[in-house]
């Protein structure tokens, strides 16, 4: 990345409403394909990047966030919250921007809107790992909790793993119809279920996205059969998980950064030395993702930086 000379420099912004029409511009299944490669690519040289888990500030409401990397080239970070509590005075739970800068010049180049771009970049990553980790030819999703992330990762798993049916689960009725309603214009076979156990029933991918800052317990062990991927990515703040802990010690488990992931993700339910694999190791080619067809995968997903640089650049 080059910049101007300062007295000419301009940082190009990207508001929401030019995110909204880049993605439209695009489409919607394109875009994400397209971030998942982005992401895939810096996840292949995963080594260059500055690492540190978030720098987190959290309150009784919810928690803001830091989230920065560099590659050496280019510095990269975002601002995210993450506020539950805020759909009930119609205020969003998640907002964010994002920031790129030259590293010889300290000079931004980038300002970018991020609470949608997060959303894309989430899905991206979780068909990105689902790629390499789930069972070969899975064509349905369980999808546990149905807010609007729940469309964006069934349609990434749609473009990237080739899913043709999603079963829909949330404790309220209201999130399911509305995401049934949506996903069902996008060619994908869309089942309401009454029940998490419904959902799951036939399910080779189950993905987990529920928003309570509390430890919950959205699967059980008995939901869980042999053979599975899981996707668990509603559990992103220390307190927060969504999985009985006898699940994650049947389980395969990979990670993004375990450091931030034993802090963050279902995992801090488990002992410090309880073994984990790095995703970029996955894909990297340097160990094995899944090995089995009875193997049970976990992709405890708390969301990385690197993701949100890939997306930005």
């Excluded at 987190?56 to 975002?78: C, N, Q, R, W």
């Excluded at 609470?115 to 999703?141: D, Q």
């Excluded at 214009?185 to 987990?208: D, F, K, M, S």
């Amino acid at each position: 990345m080059t910049l101007l000379p300062s007295d000419k420099a301009l940082v190009p912004f990207v508001s929401v409403d030019h995110m909204m029409k880049l993605v439209h511009h695009i489409g919607i299944e394109p875009m994400l394909t397209a971030l998942s490669e982005y992401i895939e690519e810096d996840f292949k040289r995963w080594s260059l990047f500055d690492k540190t888990p978030r720098v987190a500030s959290h309150s009784a409401e919810g928690v803001i966030e830091l989230m920065p990397t560099s590659d050496g080239e280019v510095y990269g970070f975002k601002y995210v919250n993450g506020h539950p509590k805020n759909t009930k005075d119609g205020l969003q739970t998640v907002t964010a921007f994002g920031l790129l800068a030259d590293v010889g010049t300290g000079y931004p180049v980038l300002l970018s809107e991020m609470t949608l771009l997060t959303a894309l970049r989430t899905a991206a990553t979780s068909a990105m790992a689902a790629k390499y980790l789930a069972p070969k030819g899975a064509t349905t999703m369980a999808m546990i909790g149905n807010g609007a992330q729940s469309e964006f990762q069934s349609l990434a798993m749609k473009a990237i793993c080739g899913i043709t049916t999603v079963k829909l689960y949330d404790i309220d009725p209201r999130a399911t119809e509305k995401a049934a309603r949506n996903l069902a214009l996008h060619g994908l076979n869309v089942v309401p279920c009454n029940t998490a156990e419904a959902a799951i029933e036939g399910a080779q991918i189950i993905t987990t996205c529920t928003a309570d800052k509390q430890n919950a317990t959205i699967l059980t062990d008995n939901m869980v059969g042999s053979g599975v991927h899981i996707n668990a990515i509603g559990g992103d703040c220390p307190g927060k998980t969504e999985l009985h802990s006898d699940i994650l010690r049947r389980s395969d488990i990979f990670v993004e950064y375990p450091e931030q992931t034993r802090i963050e993700g279902e995992i801090q339910q488990l002992a410090p030395e309880h073994p984990v694999t790095e995703l970029w190791q996955v894909i990297s080619g340097d160990v094995s993702g899944r090995s089995s067809d009875k193997q049970v995968t976990l992709f405890d997903s708390v969301g990385f930086a690197i993701e949100d640089f890939s997306a930005l650049r």
